[in-house]
């Protein structure tokens, strides 16, 4: 990184901190501090919403995603339209009913405070795992590529995060959040249209697409019924569906940004806002990724993406051996340079050449089974690396092909988007903590200004539960899919709560309290299974409490007759 980098990249967080820091000063009371008092525009809700959910993995992961398998990730976002249809023609109508600070006080109203407490406590475990690996992404990614401190990046991010967290509750968060939104889709556009600049000059994004489709980067939908097949058409329709009207709908880190709004109406907006133009971005953020492919069939690139791995297997004694195979691969890369840009000029005069795609899928082949044989020997130097490197890709590009600014423009950007997403999470765990566990239980009647210390105290301890998590979590898999596939574990339960408080009115709260604690041990055990696609825990989750507690209502009320009778 050049001083211009480091200029951009400091100014850009610096300004984020004090805006939202000094803009909002100290909120008065809780209303204020959780809720912003219900003072929110629509289009401003949209923007929150979409930060929230936009963290530092969506951009560190997606591109690596869509270089590595393509766009068929975009499937697993299908769902969310008709998601946000539903929540907001059925909840939240029913929040500003019930003028809530949390979702799950929703449920009290209709069922008791056990069911309340049960969906609060699934959402603290499942969002006190994920805040630690939104800190953790861009900290472990930034410090192997940069040369940083881990601890001393978590830490950074973390206690960032906190100032105007603490300070301003929800309005300094969805005041940063335009901020951030603004620096993150500036340093995309940038980034996609420097990609185009940096093919050669023959290539034109059509041709570039060609090359794309013709390494299988380009398949949007997969109609397939085999329910191991992680992103298909259907699991995002149905699964995606029903992990978004979760996450959406029932989820305090989203709930609590539309919420804030000026009414009923102008938070629904908000939600359709946000359902028309999340598949479009997230469908660029992917076209991104692939296109960072098809630049790498034109330039240098690594034979594994993480440099930890890299540098460790080249100081063993299998180094010989890792470089036998990067010589193979820079072989391999030099030909399909050749062939992409002979295909390219086919392309150019409208002739698709099957001989020259056949080629060069063949090549393509050949480099997967090649970055395979390198992740053997990576293993062989350390068993305990973590060989995915797909979280590495779009950094690696990042920091070695883009000019000077840039960089620190998208650094600034993955941190950003870190920040916006931890701070949602913060305030939400804050506020669940508090509102729905705190003051719930209290038996003695305290102030407001009692509640709105304890809320910056509860929002100051969940940030060190989230930067001691960061310091130990350990990386594995895809971290896009590792956030689901959490999510899908505890999603389908509280979906299932709240799906049987609004449409099933003859079911009550015995039966629902034991319904999801059935159906929470259900899910461990089909997820320890791996018997389907992570997608599908949320539909079956869902149908399970909706089930169970439909049958344990009805021998409830049976039991009860033959009582009586």
């Not at 029913?94 to 008791?112: G, H, P, S």
Request: glycine fraction near 6%; include cysteine.
């Amino acid at each position: 990184m050049q001083t211009i980098d480091w200029i951009v990249l400091s100014c850009t967080l610096l300004f984020i901190v004090l805006y939202g820091t000094i803009k909002t000063k100290r909120s008065k009371n809780v209303n204020e501090y959780i809720l912003a008092n219900k003072e929110t525009p629509g289009w401003a809700v949209a923007l929150s919403v979409m930060a929230t959910q936009a963290s530092a993995i969506t951009f560190l992961s997606i591109p690596g995603q869509a270089y590595h398998d393509g766009m068929s990730f975009i499937q697993f976002y299908f769902g969310l339209p008709l998601a946000m249809i539903v929540i907001c023609i059925f909840f939240i109508p029913r929040y500003y009913k019930y003028n809530v600070f949390t979702a799950y006080e929703f449920l009290e109203r209709r069922f008791d405070v056990r069911i309340r407490s049960l969906a609060a406590v699934l959402f603290l475990i499942q969002r006190g795992i994920v805040i630690g690996l939104t800190i953790y992404a861009p900290a472990i990614i930034l410090s192997t590529l940069l040369g940083w401190d881990l601890k001393t990046l978590i830490i950074i991010i973390g206690v960032s995060v906190l100032v105007y967290t603490v300070t301003g509750g929800s309005k300094a968060i969805i005041l940063t959040q335009k901020q951030q939104v603004f620096v993150i889709l500036t340093g995309l556009i940038l980034t996609f249209f420097i990609i185009i600049n940096s093919f050669p000059d023959d290539l034109s994004l059509v041709d570039a697409l060609g090359i794309a489709a013709a390494n299988d980067k380009m398949k949007i939908v997969d109609f397939s019924f085999d329910p191991t097949v992680r992103y298909t058409f259907w699991n995002g329709i149905a699964g995606g569906f029903f992990l978004m009207l979760a996450y959406f709908g029932t989820d305090q880190t989203q709930v609590g940004r539309y919420i804030t709004a000026k009414s009923v109406s102008e938070s629904q907006k908000g939600l359709i806002i946000n359902g028309l133009l999340k598949v479009p971005m997230q469908f660029f953020i992917l076209l991104t990724g692939v296109l960072v492919f098809v630049f790498f069939q034109f330039h240098s690139a690594p034979l594994h993406f993480n440099p930890t791995n890299t540098n460790a297997v080249h100081a063993s004694i299998y180094h010989k051996e890792y470089q036998t195979v990067e010589r193979e691969l820079h072989e391999v890369l030099e030909d399909k340079k050749e062939v992409s840009m002979l295909y390219t000029g086919q392309l150019y005069q409208d002739y698709n050449n099957p001989i020259l795609q056949e080629k060069m899928v063949s090549l393509s082949s050949k480099e997967r089974e090649l970055r395979e044989q390198a992740k053997e020997i990576i293993l062989k130097a350390n068993p305990k690396a973590e060989v995915n490197d797909k979280d590495y890709v779009f950094i690696y590009f990042i920091v070695n092909y883009l000019p000077k600014g840039l960089i620190g423009l998208l650094l600034a950007v993955i941190l950003c988007a870190a920040m916006a997403a931890s701070a949602s999470e913060l305030n939400a765990l804050a506020a669940t903590t508090a509102i729905d566990l705190y003051k719930r239980n209290l038996k003695t009647e305290k102030t407001e200004k009692h509640y709105l210390k304890a809320t910056r105290i509860f929002t100051v301890l969940w940030g060190a539960v989230a930067i001691l998590t960061a310091c130990v979590v350990n990386l594995f898999e895809n971290l896009i899919q590792l956030v689901n596939i959490v999510g899908s574990v505890f999603y389908g339960t509280v979906l299932g709560i709240f799906l049987v408080a609004i449409f099933v009115k003859s079911v009550q709260a015995n039966a629902v309290f034991w319904a999801a604690l059935l159906t929470q041990l259900s899910i461990f055990y089909l997820y320890y299974l791996d018997l389907m696609s992570f997608l599908w825990l949320n539909f079956i989750g869902a149908s399970f409490v909706v089930l169970f507690s439909y049958i344990i209502q009805k021998a409830l009320l049976l039991k009860g007759i033959k009582r009586a009778s």
